[in-house]
């Protein structure tokens, strides 16, 4: 099973909410709609970065993840978010050749003229 997920981090908000749906020979999808306020993050990644591996073929873990995220200021910008994960991979990893793709993306939401406006998954 893979573990392709994504995190949001709320502006004002320590919390992150992280989700790994994995992945499925035929998978169902259910619409569902998410309110971003100005300043939140988005940030999506594939199963390389929470199955990368140290010398002791310990996984870097959603946890580890999570807390990378954390971590990161307010005022980070995406850019920056993506480099302190690939950071704090490639410090837990010391070296270890990887065997899978690290994909990140990460997005900054800052707003609509109305500041109201939904992202929805259809």
Known sequence: MHENGWALIRANDAAAAL????????????????KLEPGSMLFLFTDGAVDSTNAASDRF??????????RASEDASPQDIISC??????????????????????????????????????
């Open 19 to 34: 989700a790994a749906p994995g992945v499925q020979e035929y998978p169902e999808f259910a619409d569902h709609t998410l």
């Open 61 to 70: 873990e959603e946890e580890r993840l999570l807390a990378s995220l954390c």
């Open 85 to 122: 994960v690939r950071g704090d991979i490639g410090g837990f990893a010391g070296g270890v050749e990887q065997t899978d793709d690290i994909t990140m993306l990460s997005l900054r939401y800052n707003g609509g003229q109305t500041g109201t406006e939904n992202i929805q998954n259809q």
